[in-house]
């Protein structure tokens, strides 16, 4: 009797403390996986794709002026849960850039919840329409990326390299990696001028 | 009630070498940012070099008595022995929550935000009350699978951040001023909590050699430079704009996609933590009555928590119990005063013939 007792104490506290009680669907969960960001007319727009099981990727449309802005107006009025712990990538366009970039990395540094090794990478148009269309893309992408980390080491790939030559004093630039795509993605890599952001 | 019986000397300073790392794992800034590496690789030399001044009265005790202070003022102070195990017992109650309430912190803001922090101290000093029930024998050879973890821990941390070292921006170079250093000793002399211990608990150990604390220390030490030197070169600026550098190099850690060591470190911290409160109420009970007296265990595991919630919600007591400067002092007294002044109450007491 007394076991008994014991085992569904055990069996209540561990379903309540391993938060059993309360998950949820992978579908549900609104686990963010990528973001990019691109210019739509004179507004810059973050674009928050979903962790899914399906193909194809499932991606609400944010208007903001910066990264911190859009996570406050994505939990505020279209994704309540937004988790964004398990953010891989962040895709920023050439037109942008410049505008949103410094600060963006200067957020996400302060943010306990962000892996600080998450792939940062510039792009062209074609590769935000592109990843709009299959998750396969972003996985391309990264396999990308770490095999043009391999090949040059001196790229930085990543938020933690990014703010740290963006803390840096001294030097005038870095370089980080560029996608394009007319027929397949193509990454290479791009400098970017301290001064100018 | 445990009956006494002596374990070796080796596992019970295995025990202290895995608590005096948890210092480190702990770190929230407390260093000065104007230290460079090899400053701090001075400066951890500098700290650890006092602990050893701090080990050294109650090492004599071992050697000369194979005993420890609180067996000692049974045995020649009976008048002392309630004083003495009320001061121990405050001190290590002060001590506990010195790294109880970092811990939660930590665990609270980097892990688990959505519970409150006091369930998981709650939780917490359960787990320290039973082990501390089981007496130190016990914990410390639950030393042994913790050292073993924290081994495949730091490989993992240490490994996955290699590919992140950058040597070309963060040099060698030996730079900081006279403030940083004493701030940063100041830190590196904590560890020496680890002697109080000692001089409380060292009495139920067997086969002691001198070297046992020296090399304790020297991997303390190590351990030290090898996270100052991973967060220095590996995480860079980056470390200054986060809590608890270590966390933040177990999150960068990474075996090409593989990541998430950040599971390893919180486990090992846990560990580490609940090892220090474990001892820590193994001394007060040994203070107070044997080794592993349940009701002086709950009695003090109760006060520990009034004491937490009371800091969570007192900003001013929490500020007295995360001061380093008052840490040491006590510490001072505890592991160097009380055991040097037993070092002559013997002396003296053999010499009468007593």
């Given at each position: 009797?007394?076991?008994?007792?014991?085992?569904?104490?055990i069996?209540?506290?561990?379903?309540?403390?391993?938060?059993?009680?309360?998950?949820?669907?992978?579908?549900?969960?609104?686990?963010i996986?990528?973001?990019?960001?691109?210019?739509?007319?004179?507004?810059?727009?973050?674009?928050?794709?979903?962790?899914?099981?399906?193909?194809?990727?499932?991606?609400?449309?944010?208007?903001?002026?910066?990264?911190?802005?859009a996570?406050?107006?994505?939990?505020?009025?279209?994704?309540?849960?937004?988790?964004?712990a398990?953010?891989?990538?962040?895709?920023?366009?050439?037109?942008?850039?410049?505008?949103?970039?410094?600060?963006?990395?200067?957020?996400?540094?302060?943010?306990?919840?962000f892996?600080?090794?998450?792939?940062?990478?510039?792009?062209?148009?074609?590769?935000?329409?592109?990843?709009k269309?299959?998750?396969?893309?972003?996985?391309?992408i990264?396999?990308?990326?770490?095999?043009?980390?391999?090949?040059n080491?001196?790229?930085?790939?990543?938020?933690?390299?990014?703010?740290?030559?963006?803390a840096?004093?001294?030097?005038?630039?870095f370089?980080?990696?560029?996608?394009?795509?007319e027929?397949?993605?193509?990454?290479?890599?791009?400098?970017?001028?301290?001064?100018?952001? | 009630?445990?009956?006494?019986?002596?374990?070796?000397?080796?596992?019970?300073?295995?025990?202290?070498?895995?608590?005096?790392?948890?210092?480190i794992l702990?770190?929230?800034?407390?260093?000065?940012?104007?230290?460079?590496?090899?400053?701090?690789?001075?400066?951890?030399a500098?700290?650890?070099?006092?602990?050893?001044?701090?080990?050294?009265?109650s090492?004599a005790?071992?050697?000369?008595?194979d005993?420890?202070?609180?067996?000692?003022?049974?045995?020649?102070?009976?008048?002392?022995?309630?004083p003495?195990?009320?001061?121990?017992?405050?001190?290590f109650?002060?001590?506990?929550?010195?790294?109880?309430?970092?811990?939660?912190?930590?665990?609270?803001?980097?892990?688990?935000p959505?519970?409150?922090?006091?369930?998981?101290?709650?939780?917490?000093?359960?787990?320290?009350?039973?082990?501390?029930?089981?007496?130190?024998?016990?914990?410390?050879?639950?030393?042994?699978?913790?050292?073993?973890f924290?081994?495949?821990?730091?490989?993992?941390?240490?490994?996955?951040?290699?590919?992140?070292?950058?040597?070309?921006?963060?040099?060698?170079?030996?730079?900081?001023?006279?403030?940083?250093?004493?701030?940063?000793?100041?830190?590196?002399?904590?560890?020496?909590?680890?002697?109080?211990?000692?001089?409380?608990?060292?009495?139920?150990?067997?086969?002691f050699?001198?070297?046992?604390?020296?090399?304790?220390?020297?991997?303390?030490?190590?351990?030290?430079t090898?996270?100052?030197f991973?967060?220095?070169?590996?995480?860079?600026?980056?470390?200054?704009?986060?809590?608890?550098?270590?966390?933040?190099?177990?999150?960068?850690a990474?075996?090409?996609?593989?990541?998430?060591?950040?599971?390893?470190?919180?486990?090992?911290?846990?560990?580490?933590?609940?090892?220090?409160?474990?001892?820590?109420?193994?001394?007060?009970s040994?203070?107070?009555?044997?080794?592993?007296?349940?009701k002086?265990?709950?009695?003090?595991?109760?006060?520990?928590?009034?004491?937490?919630?009371?800091?969570?919600?007192?900003?001013?007591?929490?500020?007295?119990?995360?001061?380093?400067?008052?840490?040491?002092?006590?510490?001072?007294?505890?592991?160097v005063?009380?055991?040097?002044?037993?070092?002559?109450?013997?002396?003296?007491?053999?010499?009468?013939?007593?």
């Amino acid at each position: 009797m007394r076991r008994g007792i014991s085992i569904l104490l055990i069996i209540a506290v561990a379903t309540v403390f391993s938060g059993c009680d309360n998950s949820r669907q992978i579908e549900t969960a609104s686990i963010i996986k990528n973001v990019s960001v691109d210019r739509r007319g004179s507004q810059v727009v973050y674009t928050f794709y979903r962790l899914s099981s399906g193909e194809t990727p499932w991606g609400i449309d944010v208007p903001a002026d910066s990264f911190e802005e859009a996570c406050a107006l994505a939990r505020d009025m279209y994704i309540p849960n937004l988790s964004l712990a398990k953010l891989e990538l962040l895709m920023l366009s050439e037109d942008v850039y410049e505008e949103v970039m410094q600060d963006d990395v200067d957020y996400i540094s302060t943010q306990a919840s962000f892996s600080p090794i998450a792939y940062v990478t510039l792009c062209d148009d074609t590769t935000i329409e592109k990843i709009k269309e299959t998750n396969r893309t972003q996985r391309v992408i990264e396999e990308q990326l770490i095999l043009l980390k391999k090949n040059n080491p001196s790229v930085n790939i990543n938020y933690l390299s990014i703010f740290n030559n963006f803390a840096r004093r001294g030097e005038d630039s870095f370089t980080v990696p560029f996608i394009s795509s007319e027929k397949e993605l193509k990454v290479s890599e791009i400098e970017i001028n301290r001064c100018i952001i | 009630m445990q009956t006494e019986v002596k374990f070796s000397s080796k596992r019970f300073l295995l025990s202290l070498l895995l608590c005096a790392c948890s210092v480190i794992l702990l770190q929230n800034n407390d260093l000065s940012s104007n230290a460079s590496f090899t400053f701090n690789a001075v400066c951890i030399a500098a700290g650890l070099a006092v602990c050893f001044l701090f080990f050294l009265p109650s090492l004599a005790l071992k050697k000369k008595t194979d005993s420890d202070v609180l067996s000692l003022a049974r045995r020649y102070t009976p008048k002392l022995r309630i004083p003495l195990a009320v001061f121990y017992a405050l001190y290590f109650v002060y001590t506990a929550l010195y790294f109880l309430l970092p811990y939660i912190d930590m665990f609270h803001t980097k892990y688990f935000p959505e519970v409150t922090p006091c369930l998981i101290t709650f939780i917490m000093l359960l787990g320290c009350a039973y082990a501390a029930c089981k007496g130190v024998n016990v914990i410390s050879r639950f030393g042994i699978f913790l050292f073993l973890f924290a081994l495949l821990t730091n490989i993992l941390m240490f490994g996955g951040s290699l590919s992140e070292l950058d040597f070309s921006h963060y040099g060698f170079e030996l730079q900081g001023d006279f403030n940083s250093f004493i701030q940063n000793t100041l830190y590196f002399v904590t560890p020496s909590f680890i002697a109080a211990i000692f001089a409380c608990c060292s009495g139920v150990t067997k086969n002691f050699r001198f070297r046992q604390p020296v090399f304790t220390l020297i991997f303390t030490g190590l351990k030290y430079t090898a996270i100052v030197f991973f967060v220095w070169f590996a995480l860079g600026d980056y470390a200054g704009r986060q809590t608890y550098p270590a966390f933040v190099l177990s999150r960068v850690a990474h075996f090409g996609p593989f990541a998430g060591i950040e599971s390893f470190y919180l486990a090992l911290a846990t560990m580490s933590v609940f090892m220090i409160v474990a001892l820590f109420l193994c001394c007060i009970s040994r203070g107070a009555c044997t080794d592993g007296d349940r009701k002086t265990v709950l009695i003090f595991t109760v006060i520990i928590f009034a004491l937490y919630v009371t800091a969570t919600y007192i900003n001013s007591v929490k500020e007295i119990l995360v001061n380093p400067v008052l840490l040491i002092l006590l510490t001072f007294v505890a592991a160097v005063m009380l055991p040097a002044a037993y070092i002559f109450v013997g002396r003296k007491s053999n010499a009468t013939g007593n």
